[in-house]
């Protein structure tokens, strides 16, 4: 598995894991390769919805080897992809469909359990996570209170435009968004200027993002229409 770049002894980019178990104890074989490989592990002994509101989390994973021990996939924040750990292999298939993986624990390869953590990490798979005020896509991370974008580690200077720009395609999560709606919400619906407006803006947004329109990772053209976020 490949090793997370470091700048000194810090790691330049990292992934918040969120572990969600009664039993904490009993995935200390987990738990240590996760930070060794540089990711960010947060271990909670029950749900708390108001803290986990608060956080940027790219990963939950939830210790189910015993029946009512943690929350039900309804009760969880959306957005993060869930790996669980169930107690009986028979229960893998119903909690597959219910996870992005599930694994029997302890019984479960280490490895292979932190290949697919690796993978769900590295692949965007975590959609949108976060909460009203702060969200996070793939590598970029938006706070709307502070106004504030980062790719990663860096802070991106945006204008006030560029930011009401990409707040609008993160707030309809993917819908696309023609020229004209783009405009009504940055510009208000009294703004009577060309739709190249929203491209000239979209240009510069991705030219900061570092996103490519051929392989786009965060903007995506749709012909003929407008703008949503890349899958």
């Known amino acids: 598995m490949q ?3 470091l700048i000194g002894d810090y790691c330049e980019t990292t992934h918040t894991i969120v572990i969600i178990s009664p039993f904490p104890h009993t995935l200390h074989e987990l738990v240590g390769p996760l930070t060794a490989k540089c990711y960010d592990v947060l271990v909670f002994h029950h749900l708390d919805e108001q803290a986990l509101a608060k956080l940027p989390i790219d990963l939950l994973i939830l210790n189910r080897t015993r029946d009512g021990s943690v929350p039900s996939t309804q009760a969880l924040p959306l957005g993060a992809p869930t790996v669980a750990l169930v107690q009986e292999t028979a229960a893998l298939a119903e909690e597959n469909s219910a996870y992005a993986a599930a694994f029997s624990w302890p019984s479960a390869s280490i490895p292979a359990v932190l290949e697919r953590i690796h993978e769900l990490l590295q692949h965007g798979g975590r959609g949108i996570a976060g909460s009203a005020d702060q969200v ?4 970029l991370y938006v706070d709307f209170r502070r106004m504030s974008v980062y790719l990663g580690p860096a802070r991106v200077e945006v204008t006030k435009t560029e930011f009401d720009l990409l707040k609008a395609l993160l707030d309809t999560r993917g819908t696309v968004l023609s020229r004209q709606e783009l405009m009504d919400r940055v510009w208000g619906d009294q703004y009577f200027g060309g739709s190249n407006t929203v491209d000239v803006h979209v240009k510069s947004l991705r ?14 053209t749709v012909r003929g229409v407008g703008y949503r976020l890349a899958d």
Request: overall charge positive; charged content about 45%; aromatic content about 4%.
């Open 3 to 5: 090793q997370q770049p």
């Open 136 to 139: 996070r896509l793939k590598d």
């Open 207 to 220: 030219q900061k993002l570092k996103d490519n329109p051929k392989s786009p990772k965060y903007i995506e």
